[in-house]
């Protein structure tokens, strides 16, 4: 069994928060926080992950917020030093939970402070919990912190589970919410005749939104965005037309993110309408941008 890193560092001591973190939103933020706090001197701040979420593995479908790239990315914006992560299959699902905290956390990661959400479980059979973990790490020499629910506004527990429903529902507006960040997606774009017309092509893995016209924006490279609207034709592809059509786009950029920034009317679309159009420039006077991104005010 093999343990991965991104950026790993000779490090004598670490802090770990541990979880599948799909889409990596508020609460999977507030964990990577405390893992920061916790880090310690001399030492560095580490997440502990799997490539796909278990539950999903078991499932044999994945239906995913974040691709694993999109993932170490966030991860890395937040502060994180390190990513470290396993394959998730046959021997890792029956690994002992004993063996994974003796193994992995304090054999080869050299754990210090260890960071988990409140029903976080591993190890065969969904053995350890946060409990477990605070005998091991009373054993080992390891704190633990266990990061309670983190609610949005009317009290529901923000979760990768609920996200995933209120975006196949087109809620964007509670996505956005409970994401912390507009839901960002990496394409390949193809142009589709008139140079203002592209198809996007997507992780078939990730969760699309419901039918319907979305305006969305466009980062083509790290200094161009470009604002649109969109709407799904398929269970990974969008037709996009850009909102200013007279905006060339250089053919070399056709790997772009795409921020999904509001719903505009629901239901099966096969176009955009002046309307629609005319909703899109309203909202593009109030975008704030950064580095040709959109950001939440």
């Not at 799997?50 to 694993?68: A, K, M, N, W």
């Not at 998730?88 to 959400?117: H, N, R, T, W, Y």
């Not at 990768?160 to 994401?179: A, F, H, M, N, P």
């Amino acid at each position: 069994m093999k343990l991965h890193w991104m950026n790993r560092q000779n490090s004598p001591a670490r802090s770990i928060a541990l979880g599948t973190f799909d889409g990596v939103h508020r609460g999977h933020q507030q964990l990577l926080k405390e893992t920061i706090a916790r880090r310690p001197e001399g030492g560095t701040s580490s997440v502990l992950t799997f490539d796909i979420p278990p539950e999903q593995y078991f499932r044999g479908e994945l239906r995913l917020l974040s691709t694993f790239p999109r993932r170490v990315e966030l991860f890395r914006s937040l502060g994180i030093d390190e990513v470290a992560w396993l394959n998730f299959g046959p021997d890792v699902s029956s690994m002992e939970a004993s063996d994974f905290v003796q193994q992995i956390l304090v054999g080869e990661m050299k754990a210090a402070a260890v960071v988990c959400g409140y029903d976080y479980r591993f190890g065969k059979g969904r053995a350890g919990d946060a409990n477990y973990l605070r005998e091991q790490g009373e054993r080992f020499g390891f704190s633990v912190t266990v990061v309670p629910q983190v609610q949005a506004v009317g009290g529901h527990t923000i979760s990768s589970t609920t996200i995933r429903g209120l975006l196949q529902e087109g809620d964007l507006t509670r996505v956005k919410d409970y994401l912390g960040y507009y839901p960002t997606y990496q394409v390949t774009a193809k142009e589709v005749g008139d140079g203002a017309s592209f198809q996007l092509d997507y992780d078939p893995a990730l969760v699309l939104p419901s039918e319907g016209i979305y305006f969305v924006w466009c980062l083509v490279s790290p200094n161009q965005g470009r604002a649109a609207l969109a709407w799904p034709t398929s269970a990974q592809t969008m037709m996009a037309v850009l909102l200013e059509e007279e905006q060339e786009l250089a053919d070399d950029h056709n790997v772009w993110q795409v921020q999904l920034l509001a719903q505009l009317r629901a239901g099966k679309c096969t176009d955009a309408t002046e309307s629609d159009r005319l909703k899109a420039k309203e909202m593009l006077t109030g975008i704030c941008l950064q580095d040709a991104r959109v950001v939440l005010k």
